[in-house]
Structure formats: structure tokens, C-alpha cells
Nanobody, 120 residues
Framework: QVQLVESGGGLVQPGGSLRLSCTASGFTFVNYAMSWWRQAPGKERELLATITTAGGVTHSADSMKGRFSISRDNAKTTVYLQMNSLKAEDTAVYFC?????????????WGQGTQVTVSS
């Protein structure tokens, strides 16, 4: 059974940091590109960053590049999102996603999300 379980969310003050984790099971983690997304109330889900099977990283926006950092630990089948200098507008539900990074895999998988609230 495929599972992506996010953790690490919570309430943080503006300017603070959080590290989100997404632990995968039920599929061959090393064969999948992993990404982090978020969805704020009333807004569409947006892509934050992607890390490929080879560890290559892309960020969806320059505003993320300086504050958010994605990484993966294949031995732990876990992808991380380090978030620094958090702002109120970063408040959202954060999701991880797995997409095939090799031709012989198929199917995208989503986690259930973890709430991040940035507030004083």
C-alpha cells in the first residue's frame, strides 16, 4: 500500500523556521521525483520545489529559492522541506507528491498534507 506521510507542520512565528518531512512507503522511492506543494485557503495548489531521482533541484519561484530548500534521503525514503524566514503568507497546507522519474514506473502519489500556520 502506497503511503506518503507528511509531518513537521505547526504554528510558528513570523521569521521562524520549520522542517517538513514526508516519509514514503509502498513504492520504490529512488525511482520517483519528489516535490512539495502548498495550498492556502481559497487558492489553488502551487508547486514549491522538486527534487529529481538524481538529486537535481528546481524551485518554482525565485521567492522560494532563497527561503525554502528541498532535499531527500533515499535510505530513509524521506523528502524534506526546510523553510526559513517564514511569513504570514506562507500559511497553508503543505503536501508532498511522488512522480515517476523512470520510464518503467507509473502513477503519481500525494500525501495527506500538514498544516503550517505562520502567526504571532
Amino acid at each position: 500500500q502506497v503511503q506518503l506521510v507528511e509531518s513537521g507542520g505547526g504554528l510558528v512565528q513570523p521569521g521562524g523556521s520549520l522542517r517538513l518531512s514526508c516519509t514514503a512507503s509502498g513504492f520504490t522511492f529512488v525511482n520517483y521525483a519528489m516535490s512539495w506543494w502548498r495550498q492556502a485557503p481559497g487558492k489553488e495548489r502551487e508547486l514549491l520545489a522538486t527534487i529529481t531521482t538524481a538529486g537535481g533541484v528546481t524551485h518554482s519561484a525565485d521567492s522560494m529559492k532563497g527561503r525554502f530548500s528541498i532535499s531527500r534521503d533515499n535510505a530513509k525514503t524521506t523528502v524534506y522541506l526546510q523553510m526559513n524566514s517564514l511569513k504570514a503568507e506562507d500559511t497553508a497546507v503543505y503536501f508532498c507528491k511522488a512522480e515517476p522519474g523512470v520510464w518503467w514506473e507509473e502513477g503519481d502519489y500525494w500525501g495527506q498534507g500538514t498544516q503550517v500556520t505562520v502567526s504571532s
